[in-house]
């Protein structure tokens, strides 16, 4: 058996990265992955599909006993891949904020229907490994107030921080969060996006901030 961490994309959609364990023939992904049509080549009739591995590894029996966690699980990555991943973290351990500028957020409006959302690249940030941002433009299924978009931030399991989030000029926050498993932190009815828009260059910016001494800042875009 094989455990691994990865993440699906369809066209220029991503997904975040997931955890699972590939037991047998069972097979892993999602049934409702993102509208097709606006991820089809149309100068070549066709649509790219990809699975990034992040990590692999092999679940071991470890001989259960009562209060054990489960099997271990042994994760293996290249060694090129290990060292910039330090390096990044060494990189950024001064940084406590991160703007992610979302280009043509008119066609993701217009493509992503509530409950659909958008990724930022994994980034790391205070120390932090393997941060990343999701953004819902017409709002997650938990958001009840109409035009407004959701925001939320993933950190690894067992993450402790206090984080402002920021879309456009609204922020909200700090708030201090402990993150669980693999779902984000973060609020279904952040603000009403058409507010925060700026028309002149289809963008907006969405971020975070976090409690910290520093004041140094990272830029990503997509």
Request: negative net charge; aromatic residues 8%; proline residues 5%.
């Amino acid at each position: 058996d094989m455990g691994a961490k990865y993440q699906l994309r369809v066209g220029k959609f991503l997904r975040a990265p997931e955890e699972d364990d590939f037991v047998e023939h069972i097979g892993h992904g999602h049934s409702n992955f993102c509208p097709l049509a606006p991820q089809i080549d149309h100068a070549t009739d066709s649509v790219t599909v990809c699975v990034t591995f992040l990590e692999t590894g092999q679940i071991q029996d470890n001989g259960l006993v009562p209060g054990d966690d489960g099997p271990l699980r042994l994760y293996t990555k290249p060694l090129r891949e290990i060292v910039m991943s330090e390096a990044e973290v060494v990189a950024n351990r001064f940084i406590n904020k991160v703007t992610w500028r979302i280009t043509r957020i008119s066609e993701h409006v217009k493509d992503l229907p509530r409950g659909s959302s958008i990724w930022s690249k994994l980034f790391t940030i205070a120390g932090i490994r393997e941060t990343l941002l999701e953004f819902y433009p017409a709002g997650s299924m938990n958001t009840t107030k109409e035009g407004f978009c959701a925001f939320y931030v993933r950190c690894p399991p067992g993450t402790q921080l206090t984080v402002t989030l920021q879309v456009g000029k609204v922020k909200r926050g700090p708030i201090k969060t402990v993150f669980e498993g693999m779902s984000g932190k973060g609020l279904p009815d952040f603000c009403l996006l058409a507010d925060q828009v700026n028309q002149e260059t289809d963008s907006i910016d969405v971020g975070i901030e976090l409690q910290s001494l520093s004041s140094d800042m990272l830029s990503i875009e997509s």
